[in-house]
Structures are given as structure tokens and as C-alpha cells.
């Protein structure tokens, strides 16, 4: 019988939606994740991220037991080997160089109450070195409160009372989803929503009128619209005149350009201003929303100023349904005296947004030590090489986390971390007004700990141990006491979200907590300082937020060959570039290879592309951008980035069009389809099983991989097409031109040259031990070290006669051959991912598996789960062999191509 059960629970991953949540657990396993209808702001919504978090938790890439590196390996350790190296380390360090050689690194992947702790912990230990800075929504949080003394965001259920919406650089359809029945609800009631982004996004689907400004230009368009306001008279003159300080100034600073100058300024049509105009004038009253691009420029202060200058003409500031709402303050609900900053003297910090420079130039003490929890920096901070070389600076690296994502690369330590639905906590947001309860719906999967578990395992072994280790409970009832001052207790809060004491519209009263009591116009502006953009390359760099994920929270499985970049068709035809293409995107800072994809309705001037990619999977944007910091709020200016986009300029491997025979739906090039296409070539699958024709010659292509499939290899009565291909592979060697056989291919490879397949009478199945022959060591295409590499067949070959041996395993001892002029049969399936494996031990788990189900039996749970608590490195080192591999042989075609010429 099943046992399930449905948990309460919170999304607590980088969104201001912090959704409520719905698990439903049977056997103690996750099945579904849904939204919580009880939820008050969110009332069940939720993104496609939230059910496609089942795939992460129980992901075959996810590290769940601890691992030090020693000499360049990884090995698995126990949590007591794991703590007790760090706290060595830590207390050694501490004594060497004192506490700041240390750099605690907390990024913002989960922003709980007990998360507040990971600071007091290094508090306690003497105060470290931390972080000031933001690479998210600082500089917004910091020019709003310039203006307004605090920022405080309208309630997201205030927007019911807005006549209309005018969406800034906000994406609500792809990272805020509960805005949309808001949005519609406006809609309904005859309302316009206006979006203000130089890139289409899937939002502009729901505007009645999308301007696209020049990127970072939209202090002209918030300036031309307030100009056109008190042009003719529409401003709120009594809440100028009452409530405001510095108008007259602001005033000044319009008179300065005329409406036409500031249209132009912004790159925006007369009448798009207009429109914008008469919905502040007529549509009363019409609600701003902040998004977070706006932010990604260095003097992104003057247009979130100008924007809530614009607030303050038209009347929307203290209204119900008004307002410039920005977000909300994650941390606020807490009792932060348990950062324990207080508890040393001020230590150094170094700035998020230039790390790299940080890292690298930081002296008196140097960073010996960077501990990393919730971040990914190498893939997220700007200018990932330059990141990257400040870590690999420090001589011990601790990485606490889910994946062997790019900053784990320079770990000597890797925590495997929970995630939510594995632990117990409450979560705040900056998105709306609730806190919501974190209720453990499964147990840590594997060895996995909470991060407050780990601090707590390190503490024991460190002097404050005392100070620090309780129950997490405990804690929590101290950090969250602001909250349950406001009437909620504990056992409330793990029912459901708690609506905290913040006003649905704010201002109401008119009195701000400025200097002057008053709401303040910005009163200075420096032209130079938005103007004086790098335009060395022809487009601005923006890297938006992906539709299907939170920043770098992907697998490697996950990423297509390469990153999709966005341009206008006419700069595409200008640079005679066609849709599909690969091509070169270059800024100061570096290069990336991408994908091309044209998009009508997108500003010229402008290369958009979804952040978050890794750099191991060919998708660094960061590679491409520039590391500074915003004038104001010490922000991330991403934005200011240029880049030129290319066609790739040709290469050895660019273009070589290279025949994959796929021999079964489900047996996909994978992993090794996906480096091919990054190295440059392109890949036609055919698909004879399914009817695709076999070509008669290899005359259109450079080389050709089989690849494997359940089929017994001298089946030709049921795959009469196998006769065709063995000829096709010799056809293709005798012109010079690679094979690569794989499994059912390498069998079908043998044949075609003579040798033998034939059953071995058992199956070999997982990842297994093998052998270079002295000719496999010195091979152009394996060189190198062999790794544990993945089998499942249970039909070998005897190799044909002319075959040189070059991999040998126990089991079945044919496993790697070279013949001919450059053809090579692979047994083990080196071309695997994640995606793959997973099929194949739930396939076969389950009795799925056809001919293979008789075996099943031989290969306990146990096998299973010795197996998948290895495949994290099991899978790297596949990955790396593949590479390598896939490079290799690719040279050969490239070798044969240029012969050829
Ligand atoms: S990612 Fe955002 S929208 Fe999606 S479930 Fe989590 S909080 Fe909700």
C-alpha cells in the first residue's frame, strides 16, 4: 500500500514569487510539486522551475555524499573527515594570517532564517572576510532609498488597485509569475499594461504598448515622459509642492533638453512617449514596477531616480494602486543581531561585483581560504577567467552546494548541501510581504546536510562550540522573534505564510524617513555619466533571466550544445549571418561560441542571451563580461558589456559535417553529440531504424559515428539496413574518412571487416574498470588516462583480423579496436550523460528492458545505490574521457578534409 503524504511547504530559490508550495511525497520520495492554493499571494500558482525541481532533487549529477580532492582527485569522504580538514585548516590559517585570510562567500540561492547564522558562525570564529555589494538589486535598493529615505515596495495585491501598469525592464510571464492575474485582472477592467525593455520578452506578450529604450538610456524616457506631464500641467502639484524636496532643481535638469532631444537620447519614437504620458494622465493611478536589468548598468541610479521623479510628477507615490515598486527586504523580518557583526571590530570586505580583481589583488592578509555556500561565482560573477583565476589563488577552497558546477572546479572540499524540501526552516522574500514556513518533505537524500547542519558539525570541532550548537528549532524561534512579535507563532507558521506587518501602499501619509522629512527629486545629473558607454563592439551584451531556470541551477545534461544568441534579422543579413548559425560572440573581456537566433521586435543594438550557462558546458557568458561596479549601490553593472557577433571564423573543426546513425529512439549521440557540435561540427542523424535512408556514399559528409541500440548485430532478418551500413563504414574508411562505432556500432564495425559478434552469455552492465593496451596508450585519438567507463551489452566480437587491440576489460576483453585508415569500435558508451544513465537504471529497475529484463535480478538495490552515489565523478570522468576523445577524432576529420582540399 502506499504511503502518501502532502507537505506545506515554500520555494526557496532565487525568486521574488517565493511561491507557497504543495509536496506530495508516497514511499518517502517526492512526485509532485504544485502550488499551494492557500497560499494568499501566490494562491497556487507557480513556474515551470517548480515541477522541473523534482529532476534536480533526485538528479543523477547531484552530489550526495562529501569529497575531498587530493592531488588533483576527487575522492569520497565522511562529513567527520570533511569537518575535521576544514577546521584544521580554518584554525591554521586564522593563527598564520589571521581570520580576514579567510573569505566567506554566501551567495543567494537561499535567503532562509537560518541561513543568517553561516555569518555568525564566522563571526565567532573571529570575523572573516565577507562580501559588500550586489550582483543583483542593490543599486535600486540604494538609489530608491536616496529618494525616499527607505524603500518599501507596494504589496503585489495593492496592483489590484492600479488603473494601469507600466512594467520596467520586469519579466512577470518568465520571474514573477503571481504579477500576471494582476496584470490580467488590470486588463480586464480596461486598464494598460506598458512594458519598457530593450529585449522582447515573453511579457511583451501581454502589453498593450512595448517601448524598447537603448539599454541604460531609460533615464531620457522617464525625463521626456515627466516633461510631458508638467507640459501640460497633469503633475501632482500638491504633492510636489507639500511633499517634496529638490523640484525645482529636477525641473532645471529637464529644461536643459527639449522632449524631442530626450526622445532621442532614449532611442524612442515621440508618440511611444506620448502614449506612456497619457497613461500616467489618464489612467490614474497607473503602478511602476522595477525589474532587475534595470540595475545592470553603472549609472543605473539616474534612471531609477528619474523613474521615481516620473512616480512623484504623476501622482502615483503614497496612492493605493500607484507607486514605484522595486522589492522588498529578504532579511528584514529577522532579528539580524545574529549576523554577529557586532561581535569583532569591523572586518575587511571585498566587492561582489569586481571579485576577481578582489580576490586577485587583495594583500596584508592575501585570501588563503574561500568558503562558498549557495553560489556558483565563476559562472555568475562577471568575467568568469578572471574570477576563476582569484580562486585558483587561494590555496583552500570549501564548496557547499548540489553540483559539480564551474566554482566547485577550484573546491579542495565539496559539502553536498540539501535542498529545501530536505530541510526545516522559514523563508522570507523580496517579492512580497508573507513569510512563509520551510517543512521538510523528504529526508536529505544521500549524505547531504543542511547548511546549518554544517556549521554545526564544524562548530563542535572549533572554541565556540558552546555559543553555537542548538537545535535548529531553537535558533530558528530566536532569529524569526520579530515575527512572532507580530502575532504569529511557530506552530502557525509551519501551517502556511504569515502576512507580516508592512503597508499594502506605502507613503500613504506623505512623510518619508528622508533627511528632510520629504520626498527627494534628484537634483544633479551628469549626462557623461550615462553616455559614456563603451561602444567599442556594435551591440550590448544583455543576459537575461532564462525561462526554465534560475540562474546557474542547471545540470550539465541540461545545457543544448551551445548558448543562443538573439539578434535583430537585419543585423543578422548585414552581417551575413543566417538563423541556426554558429557564430563567434567576442567582447574585451573574451569569447563564446553560440547559436544564432534572429527575433523581430528586438532593438538592433542589442545581443540578448538567457544567463546562467556553464562554462564547462560552452556556455560562460561571463566569459564575455566586464567586471566593474554602479556608481551607486555597488551593483553589477553586467550592461555595460559590448560585444561584436561573427561568423566563426573557419578552424580545423568548423563545418565538418559528420553522419550519426542513430539505431534506436532513445540511444542519442548525448554527451558526445553535444561536443562535437561545440567543437564546431555539424551533425545529420538518420535514422534508419525509423525508415530514414542510409546514404549510398559518404561523399557529403567527413566522417561517421554508429551508435548503439539493443539489436543483436547479425540481426540482419530484422534490421535488413545493417548490411547497408557495414558497407557504408567501409566506404567511408576507404575515402580516409573516420568511423566511430559504439557499442552496437563497434559490434557492427567488427563485422564489417570481418569479424565476429557473438552473445557472451551474461550481461556487463555499469561502470567498469579498464585497460589500455600498449597500442591504446599510444593512440592519437584515446590518449591518455582511462577512466571507469559505463557498459551495458551482452554481445562482444571477435575482433577482425587487421584490428589493433587499444582497450582490454575482464569481463569481456575486446573492448576498443582500431582498423583500417581511421576507424575505431568503442564497447563501454562513453558518449553517455545524465539523462541517459537515468533512463537506463530506471528502464531497468522497472523490467523495461526487453531482452535485458532476465538479468535484473543479478543486480541488487544495494548495486544501484553504490553506483548512483558515485556517478557524479563517474559521469565527470566519462565526460572528460569523451571530450578528449571527441576532439581527437574530430582532428582526424579535419585532417582528411584539409588532404582532401
Ligand atoms: S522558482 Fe519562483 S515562481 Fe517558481 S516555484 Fe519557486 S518561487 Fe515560485
Redesign the pocket.
Known amino acids: 500500500m502506499s504511503n502518501t503524504k502532502t507537505v506545506v511547504t515554500t ?1 526557496t ?1 532565487d ?1 521574488p ?3 507557497g ?1 504543495l509536496a506530495t511525497v508516497e514511499n518517502g520520495r517526492l512526485v509532485s510539486l504544485k502550488g499551494d492554493p492557500n497560499h494568499p499571494y ?1 494562491l497556487g500558482t ?2 515551470v ?2 515541477a522541473r525541481y523534482i529532476n534536480r532533487v533526485y538528479s543523477k549529477e547531484r552530489v550526495t555524499h562529501p569529497m575531498i580532492r587530493k592531488n588533483g582527485e576527487w575522492r569520497r569522504a565522511t562529513w567527520d573527515e570533511a569537518f575535521d580538514l576544514i577546521a584544521e585548516r580554518m584554525k591554521t590559517i586564522r593563527d598564520e594570517s589571521g581570520p580576514e585570510a579567510i573569505l566567506y562567500y554566501q551567495g543567494y540561492g537561499e535567503r532562509t532564517a537560518l541561513k543568517l547564522l553561516n555569518r555568525y558562525f564566522f563571526n565567532l570564529f573571529g570575523g572573516v572576510t565577507t562580501l559588500r555589494g550586489s550582483l543583483c538589486g542593490g543599486t535600486g535598493q540604494a538609489s530608491q532609498n536616496l529618494d525616499f529615505g527607505e524603500r518599501i515596495s507596494h504589496d503585489p495585491l495593492d496592483h489590484y488597485n492600479s488603473a494601469s501598469m507600466v512594467l520596467w525592464a520586469r519579466n512577470p510571464v518568465s520571474t514573477n ?1 503571481s504579477l500576471v492575474p494582476v496584470i490580467r485582472d488590470i486588463k480586464k477592467r480596461g486598464g494598460r499594461i506598458v512594458l519598457i525593455d530593450p529585449v522582447k520578452t515573453r511579457s511583451a506578450a501581454l502589453a498593450d504598448l512595448h517601448i524598447t529604450p537603448k539599454p541604460g538610456r531609460d533615464v531620457y524616457l522617464a525625463m521626456a515622459t515627466a516633461k510631458l506631464i508638467l507640459a501640460l500641467g497633469a503633475q501632482d502639484a500638491e504633492f510636489v509642492e507639500k511633499h517634496a524636496v529638490g523640484f525645482d532643481k529636477y525641473v532645471e535638469i529637464l529644461a536643459r533638453y527639449s522632449v524631442m532631444e530626450l526622445c532621442s537620447l532614449a532611442d524612442v519614437p515621440m508618440d511611444q512617449v506620448v502614449s506612456l504620458a497619457d497613461v500616467f494622465m489618464s489612467q490614474r493611478p497607473t503602478s511602476i514596477l522595477l525589474g532587475w536589468g534595470l540595475h545592470r548598468h553603472k549609472s543605473a541610479h539616474l534612471s531609477i531616480r528619474a523613474i521615481d521623479a516620473l512616480g512623484a510628477i504623476a501622482g502615483i507615490i503614497g496612492v493605493p494602486g500607484g507607486g514605484v515598486s522595486q522589492g522588498f527586504e529578504e532579511y528584514g523580518p529577522y532579528d539580524q543581531s545574529y549576523w554577529g557583526d557586532e561581535l569583532n571590530p569591523p572586518r575587511r570586505t571585498l566587492l561582489m561585483p569586481v571579485i576577481g580583481d578582489e580576490l586577485l589583488g587583495t594583500d596584508d592578509p592575501p585570501i588563503r581560504m574561500i568558503y562558498v555556500t549557495a553560489s556558483n561565482p565563476v559562472c555568475m560573477a562577471p568575467n568568469s577567467d578572471k574570477v576563476a583565476e582569484g580562486f585558483r589563488k587561494a590555496e583552500f577552497v570549501v564548496y557547499s552546494g548540489h553540483f559539480m558546477d564551474d566554482t566547485s572546479d577550484y573546491a579542495d572540499v565539496f559539502l553536498p548541501a540539501t535542498t529545501f524540501l530536505e530541510e526545516e526552516d522559514v523563508m522570507a522574500t523580496y517579492g512580497h510581504n508573507w513569510v512563509g514556513p520551510v517543512n521538510r518533505a523528504i529526508p536529505p537524500v544521500g549524505e547531504c546536510r543542511s547548511e546549518f547542519d554544517m556549521f554545526q558539525g564544524l562548530a563542535e570541532r572549533l572554541d565556540f562550540a558552546d555559543r553555537f550548537r542548538r537545535e535548529a528549532k531553537a535558533w530558528i524561534k530566536d532569529v524569526c522573534a520579530p515575527i512572532w512579535k507580530q502575532g504569529c507563532t511557530p506552530e502557525q507558521l509551519r501551517t502556511g505564510a504569515f502576512r507580516l506587518d508592512a503597508p499594502m501602499a506605502p507613503y500613504e501619509d506623505k512623510t518619508f524617513p528622508t533627511p528632510s522629512g520629504k520626498f527627494q527629486f534628484m537634483t544633479e545629473f551628469d549626462p557623461a555619466e550615462v553616455n559614456g558607454a563603451d561602444d567599442m563592439f556594435p551591440y550590448k551584451l544583455i543576459t537575461c533571466a532564462p525561462h526554465g531556470y ?1 540562474c546557474s541551477e542547471r545540470t550539465i545534461a541540461d545545457h543544448e550544445p551551445l548558448p543562443v544568441i538573439r539578434l535583430h534579422p537585419d543585423e543578422a543579413a548585414r552581417r551575413g549571418l543566417e538563423n541556426g548559425s554558429v557564430v563567434l560572440v567576442s567582447s574585451k573581456q573574451g569569447q563564446v561560441r553560440a547559436t544564432l537566433q534572429t527575433v523581430e521586435g528586438m532593438r538592433r543594438d542589442v545581443a540578448a542571451a538567457d544567463r546562467g550557462g556553464w562554462l564547462k558546458a560552452g556556455h560562460g557568458l561571463n566569459l564575455l563580461t566586464k567586471d566593474l561596479a554602479s556608481t551607486v549601490g555597488m551593483g553589477t553593472p553586467y550592461y555595460e558589456t559590448t560585444v561584436s557577433v561573427e561568423r566563426c571564423p573557419e578552424d580545423e573543426f568548423l563545418g565538418l559535417r559528420i553522419l550519426v546513425v542513430q539505431n534506436q529512439e532513445r540511444t542519442v549521440p548525448a554527451f558526445l553529440g553535444k561536443e562535437l557540435t561545440r567543437l564546431g561540427a555539424v551533425l545529420d542523424i538518420c535514422m534508419p531504424f525509423a525508415g530514414d535512408p542510409l546514404p549510398e556514399t559518404p561523399e557529403d559528409f567527413d566522417g561517421l559515428v554508429v551508435l548503439g541500440g539493443a539489436q543483436n548485430a547479425f540481426d540482419d532478418e530484422n534490421y535488413a539496413y545493417f548490411t547497408l551500413l557495414m558497407r557504408l563504414m567501409r566506404a567511408f574508411d576507404a575515402q580516409g574518412k573516420p568511423v566511430a562505432g559504439i557499442c552496437l556500432g563497434c559490434q557492427l564495425l567488427s563485422r564489417a571487416w570481418g569479424g565476429e559478434p557473438f552473445s557472451c552469455g551474461g550481461l556487463e552492465y555499469g561502470f567498469t574498470e579498464l585497460s589500455l593496451t600498449e597500442a591504446g596508450k599510444a593512440d592519437p585519438v584515446l590518449g591518455g588516462p582511462l577512466p571507469r567507463l559505463m557498459e551495458f551489452h551482452e554481445d562482444s566480437f571477435i575482433p577482425p583480423a587487421n584490428a589493433v587491440p587499444l582497450v582490454e576489460g575482464e569481463f569481456c576483453r575486446n573492448q576498443c579496436f582500431r582498423i583500417g585508415k581511421a576507424s575505431y569500435g568503442f564497447q563501454f558508451h562513453f558518449e553517455i550523460d545524465s539523462k541517459i544513465i537515468e533512463l537506463w537504471i530506471q528502464r531497468f529497475r522497472s523490467q523495461q528492458m526487453g531482452n535485458y529484463n532476465k538479468y535484473s535480478e543479478l543486480y541488487d538495490d544495494a548495486f544501484f545505490e553504490t553506483m548512483e552515489a558515485e556517478l557524479p565523478l563517474l559521469l565527470t570522468g566519462s565526460q572528460a574521457f569523451c571530450s578528449r576523445v571527441a576532439a581527437n577524432w574530430l582532428r582526424l576529420c579535419a585532417k582528411r578534409r584539409s588532404e582532401a582540399q
Open positions: 520555494c530559490r525568486c514569487n517565493t511561491c508550495l501566490t507557480t513556474c522551475k517548480a509569475i534560475i
